[in-house]
């Protein structure tokens, strides 16, 4: 199953001594070797780095651990594939538009009966079943707010 790392700061912060760890678990520590990504929030852009090559040998993971980015808030993720090939498409944090701004997605574990939504604007790069869903949401989410709602709303 992959694993999930999140970062949630009231000032920038990097996230360099906490990605370190993790990113060992992507092949060093632990056997989530098929891929590894980070997204960091900065205003309404998202830096997002991605890999399918495990975490701890990746050069892109050394240029994450180098550039030491701070952020509000971090998503990173490890692979282990359950479903769908070992590839840059396949390989999360997920990133769609919505409302005009960037909501990203990562997701651990196996979702079963997922399938792509049909004649839907949101669709699937890759072939996980946890960017289906995340299609999914994203347009079950436009279709019930057509404009942006408030936090209340929304929940």
Request: charged share 20%; with cysteine.
């Amino acid at each position: 199953m992959c694993q999930l790392l999140g970062m949630n700061c009231n000032t920038p912060t990097d996230i360099t001594f906490s990605f370190e760890g993790f990113r060992r678990r992507g092949g060093l520590t632990d056997h989530h070797t098929d891929g590894f990504g980070i997204a960091f929030f900065e205003g309404k852009g998202v830096r997002i780095f991605r890999d399918n090559r495990p975490g701890a040998s990746s050069p892109m993971a050394d240029l994450v651990n180098q550039y030491r980015i701070k952020s509000f808030n971090v998503i990173a993720h490890i692979r282990k594939a359950t479903r769908g090939d070992v590839n840059l498409e396949n390989t999360h944090p997920f990133i769609r538009e919505i409302w005009g701004e960037n909501w990203v997605f990562a997701h651990n574990g196996t979702l079963e009966g997922v399938t792509v939504c049909p004649n839907n604007h949101y669709q699937p790069i890759g072939s996980t079943d946890s960017e289906a869903a995340f299609c999914c949401l994203a347009a079950s989410l436009k279709a019930r707010f057509p404009q942006k709602p408030s936090e209340k709303a929304i929940l």
